[in-house]
């Protein structure tokens, strides 16, 4: 087998393994859920702090967790579940974020040629979801997780996930008739974004996800109209701190996205923290077994306080 050949089989094969590790852990049921909408999809798990992480035992740094799986209906909270139970062990207080995601199916999406898959996202309601979910957080965890403090609140997500995450740190940028800008910058003490779909133009061109980011936007039709609104490398500077972990040998998000939306965090005159892993790939970073789990748990740690 040529050299790049075998590179590629030991690269995929690695991948498969990375990807099982993180599936294989048995979801963790919240300790409450609390409803932000009247969809079924609306609502958050709480998962209270396993141990005490402030000094004194005072309230628990809040994150928020929006989960990945390219914004496609198969993939929900569910299978992060085992990250936030991580979290809520090291300390902090999680809210793990539902939200609407695609779930019409169409031609050519799936794994062979003809095959039917789904769309991913929903437009507008993917986005209409995790604004809400935002503004309704201080509110829901006063009345079902007092242990947490909604003043020293970080979001993280990832994937299509670390995209939103992203997005939501930039509400206050968004075009002037955008129904989900704000008037001033989230009160966030951080981003943590891991491998995030950050920036759609570069995620296009490199077919992340098999079209997701112009799925997410309607299709064809809508995509560059609705990039102002919703592509977090256009979305800057947010005057938030802002972390972006990645894997080297990630193949689903390539490096190249993450660095993109730094680049253009550079340019508009605002430096972001970029944390690359080596010999990683794109599930670790939210799988407990995996040591860059733990890396991802301290760049929060690092923001929180």
């Not at 590179?7 to 590790?21: D, F, G, I, Q, V």
């Not at 006063?142 to 979001?155: I, K, N, S, T, Y």
């Not at 079209?211 to 102002?228: D, K, N, S, V, Y």
Request: aromatic share 6%; charged share 20%.
């Amino acid at each position: 087998m040529p050299d790049d050949a075998a590179a590629r089989a030991a690269a995929e094969a690695r991948a498969a393994a990375e990807e099982e590790s993180a599936f294989s852990h048995a979801a963790v049921d919240p300790d409450v859920t609390a409803a932000y909408g009247a969809d079924p999809d609306q609502v958050i798990d709480f998962y209270a702090p396993r141990e005490a992480l402030s000094p004194g035992g005072g309230p628990a740094p809040l994150v928020v967790v929006l989960h990945g799986g390219a914004w496609r209906a198969p993939y929900d909270r569910r299978h992060v579940t085992p990250f936030a139970d991580f979290l809520a062990r090291r300390g902090f207080a999680v809210a793990n974020v539902e939200y609407r995601r695609g779930g019409v199916s169409i031609p050519g999406q799936g794994a062979g040629a003809g095959d039917v898959g789904p769309v991913a996202g929903r437009w507008p309601e993917t986005f209409d979801d995790v604004a809400a979910a935002m503004d309704a957080l201080p509110a829901l965890v006063r009345e079902f997780l007092p242990q947490a403090d909604p003043r020293r609140m970080v979001v993280t997500g990832h994937s299509a996930g670390g995209h939103l995450a992203l997005w939501a740190a930039a509400r206050h940028l968004l075009p002037a008739d955008a129904v989900w800008r704000i008037d001033r910058p989230a009160p966030l003490r951080g981003v943590v974004a891991l491998a995030p779909i950050a920036d759609f133009t570069v995620a296009e061109k490199l077919d992340v996800c098999g079209g997701a980011c112009r799925q997410l936007l309607g299709g064809e039709e809508g995509f560059t109209a609705r990039l102002p609104y919703a592509d977090p490398a256009l979305l800057l500077p947010t005057g938030i701190a802002t972390t972006l972990v990645q894997g080297r040998a990630d193949t689903v998000v390539p490096q190249a996205v993450v660095e993109a939306y730094a680049d253009a965090a550079a340019k508009a005159g605002e430096v972001v923290g970029l944390t690359l892993l080596e010999d990683v790939g794109h599930f670790p970073l939210i799988d407990p077994a995996a040591d860059a789990c733990a890396v991802v748990a301290e760049e929060i740690a690092q923001l929180a306080w």
